[in-house]
């Protein structure tokens, strides 16, 4: 071998302290971005809470009951607009949908396309074969869950989550869910960055690589301790919450008031509604 011969450098595999750490902080940044966006100016911004939720409701049902292709696929359009107008990146909205959506969706999709009777679109070899009637259930599926998960998210990302739990509200859902929803969606956050600091003080205490036994018995102690810490803390937080009047459900200081801005959009997203459901119950082209 020459002596001049370079040496390549070796790639080191990431291990599962520093993978843990990187997906912590992802999760954290993601949930800081979307906070950022329900605070610009935007149109669904400056919409009532109530609004927003009797509306995202409506198109849900009417999405459910469309059997017509352009019905849903012109219901998806209108998230992107309603999207576009509200300030929300567009390649960030549209890659929170559809970067896992057709994964986990086309796992139930994919067995439509050759188990639903009907005339053959495409012959495969080995005998199987892609019905059209299977290929139209398949698209109904992946097109009615992707524009509901859009609707979902555009309503959390220009909605503060307080004020969404609050909203829940007008549809007489029970106190106790609304309750749970809020103190599942603060305190997760809360002990995503109390496993952040525990990984993150590890990783400042080990020297070298740990082996795959070292690795799990590590996960395996910190689930454990993550678990007390998290027993320890409700019992905490709920003793916190009655030394301070909590009765059974949460006061906030959010108000909300209805002006013309916001009975026009009711009435329209509920107009879009009742012409989306008429449409979508005439066919299935």
């Known amino acids: 071998m020459s002596a001049t011969s370079e040496t390549k450098p070796v790639k080191k595999r990431q291990g599962v302290i520093e993978h843990t750490l990187s997906d912590i902080s992802h999760t954290l940044e993601q949930s800081i971005f979307a906070e950022d966006i329900a605070r610009q100016r935007g149109l669904l911004q ?42 929300v990146p567009m390649s960030f909205f549209i890659k929170r949908v559809w970067l896992f959506m057709p994964f986990f969706t086309g796992i139930i999709a994919l067995p439509a396309l050759f188990i639903t009777p009907g005339p053959t679109l495409v012959q495969l070899p080995l005998g ?22 859009s609707l979902a998210i555009l309503l959390v990302l220009t909605t503060p989550w307080n004020s969404v739990l609050k909203a829940l509200g007008v549809l007489h859902v029970p106190d106790v869910f609304v309750l749970i929803l809020g103190m599942t969606y603060r305190y997760i ?62 006061r906030t200081m959010d108000t909300f008031k209805m002006r013309a801005l916001d009975w026009a959009c009711l009435i329209g997203m509920l ?3 009742g012409i989306a459901i008429w449409l979508g119950s005439q066919g299935t082209q």
């Not at 198109?59 to 292709?69: C, D, F, Q, T």
């Not at 199987?128 to 998960?149: D, K, P």
């Not at 020297?207 to 998290?230: D, F, N, P, Y």
């Open 128 to 149: 199987l074969m892609i019905t059209r009637t299977g290929a139209m259930t398949a698209l109904f599926l992946l097109l009615r869950v992707s524009t509901s998960v």
């Open 189 to 250: 956050y809360l002990l995503l960055h109390t496993v952040n600091d525990m990984f993150l003080s590890r990783k400042s205490r080990v020297m070298g690589r740990l082996s795959g036994a070292e690795e799990r018995r590590l996960i395996a102690a910190s689930a454990g301790t993550l678990l007390g810490k998290s027993l320890h803390l409700s019992g905490e937080v709920y003793l916190a919450m009655q030394s301070r009047g909590f009765r059974g459900y949460p």
């Open 271 to 273: 107009l879009v509604t």
């Open 46 to 87: 400056s919409i009532d809470p109530r609004v927003k939720v009797l509306s995202m409701v409506a198109l849900l049902i009417a999405v459910g009951l469309s059997r017509s292709l352009a019905v849903i696929i012109g219901l998806y359009l209108l998230t992107l607009v309603l999207a576009r107008v509200s300030a």
